[in-house]
């Protein structure tokens, strides 16, 4: 493990406290699939790494499958970087689909993945084909109509952005925009936050949208559903290279699981968290774990950091915040 420990406030101690009792304890009595089965929607021809990265990171914290939904092109490259993940070259581009291709003939194959799945992440390598982006708004559709929990980054924030019926009042949406893309969230619902501090901006954000948790990734994460906000304040890295959001979106998804082994109870605990609470939790503690990767990269790594440096800490980040780290 890590022999420095991470840097934080005494409030993200105490959140993290609180995270942890959201994390299932390793039972014999588990069986596959308890922990969390999460699926990555994204992958097309020119982005393979994005879906790579979140699924791998989703993996790598202990969720017991992890699903990419891509693109045929995506499908075999990312194949090539991990046989632990399962690889469905479900999507279409519009260059590379047939005349019978339609969204919603597309979408209804991933729609019946559903069932078999508990969190999803829409976005990463997505593009802005505008057949893809039309599947995943009908997916989109569909979890909903489940209750199902999903995370949108990348290109899946341009359809929070394009089409905000898809999430408005959604409680079980979670967007994590970088700055570029928080600003164009904000513009896209006539907002103004300039001004207004990290926190007050997400919180405002995020009840423009009814609700949705808004993660606002930056130098501190500001994380808001509107009512309550929270600061993820952890050191991080200082090389900012393409894909660390990626890392962000697959340990959320991994978060959202374990939310729902502790609502189903498959272990003993004493239920004090509801749901509302163990979102915005889910929301920090996948915060937190990215912050404590990205710091523990740059540290080996300096300038020639990259995003699979990332995935390589994310065991460690986990076991520095919740297992070997100082008592919080």
Same mark, same amino acid.
């Given at each position: 493990m890590s022999s420095e420990s991470p840097k934080m406030s005494q409030s993200t101690k105490d959140i993290l406290l609180k995270v942890r009792k959201m994390i299932p304890p390793m039972l014999e009595k588990f069986h596959k699939g308890q922990m969390g089965r999460v699926a990555v929607i994204g992958g097309s021809e020119d982005y393979t790494g994005a879906p790579y990265f979140s699924a791998m990171a989703s993996a790598r914290l202990g969720c017991d499958m992890s699903h990419v939904i891509c693109e045929p092109q995506a499908a075999q490259v990312i194949k090539t970087y991990s046989p632990n993940?399962?690889?469905?070259?479900?999507?279409?581009? &519009?260059?590379?689909? *047939?005349?019978?291709? &339609?969204?919603? %003939?597309?979408?209804? &194959?991933?729609?019946?993945?559903?069932?078999?799945?508990?969190?999803?992440?829409?976005?990463?390598?997505?593009?802005? $084909?505008?057949?893809? #982006?039309e599947t995943c708004a009908k997916v989109i559709e569909a979890a909903r109509e489940r209750g199902m929990p999903f995370v949108l980054d990348a290109d899946g924030l341009?359809?929070?952005?394009?089409?905000?019926?898809?999430?408005?009042?959604?409680?079980? /949406?979670?967007?994590?925009?970088?700055?570029?893309? +928080? !600003?164009?969230?904000?513009? %896209?619902?006539?907002?103004?936050?300039?001004?207004?501090? !990290?926190?007050?901006?997400?919180?405002?954000? @995020?009840?423009?949208f009814g609700g949705v948790t808004i993660v606002k990734k930056g130098k501190e994460d500001w994380i808001s559903n509107g009512e309550r906000t929270f600061v993820s304040d952890?050191?991080?890295?200082?090389?900012? %290279?393409?894909?660390?959001?990626?890392?962000?979106?697959?340990?959320?998804?991994? +978060?959202?699981?374990?939310?729902?082994?502790?609502?189903?109870?498959?272990?003993?605990? $004493?239920?004090?968290? $509801?749901?509302? =609470?163990?979102?915005?939790?889910?929301? +920090?503690?996948? @915060?937190?774990?990215?912050? =404590? /990767? @990205?710091?523990?990269? +740059?540290?080996?790594?300096?300038? &020639?950091? #990259?995003? *699979?440096?990332?995935?390589? =800490?994310?065991y460690v980040a986990f076991r520095n915040l919740f297992e070997d780290g100082p008592k919080l």
């Open positions: 993940l399962m690889v469905h070259p479900l999507m279409r581009q &519009s260059t590379h689909a *047939s005349t019978t291709d &339609s969204a919603s %003939s597309i979408a209804k &194959s991933v729609i019946e993945m559903l069932p078999r799945l508990h969190v999803l992440v829409i976005g990463p390598g997505l593009g802005r $084909d505008k057949l893809m #982006q341009n359809l929070a952005q394009t089409k905000p019926e898809l999430v408005q009042g959604y409680k079980e /949406c979670i967007l994590t925009p970088n700055v570029v893309e +928080f !600003g164009r969230l904000c513009k %896209s619902k006539g907002i103004d936050t300039e001004g207004l501090e !990290g926190g007050k901006a997400a919180e405002k954000l @995020s009840n423009a952890i050191e991080g890295g200082l090389k900012r %290279s393409g894909g660390q959001g990626d890392t962000l979106t697959g340990t959320l998804a991994t +978060f959202l699981g374990w939310r729902k082994a502790y609502l189903d109870k498959i272990w003993e605990h $004493d239920g004090a968290l $509801d749901e509302v =609470e163990l979102l915005a939790l889910a929301a +920090f503690g996948g @915060s937190a774990v990215t912050r =404590e /990767c @990205s710091r523990l990269a +740059f540290k080996k790594k300096g300038r &020639s950091l #990259q995003a *699979s440096d990332l995935t390589e =800490e994310v």
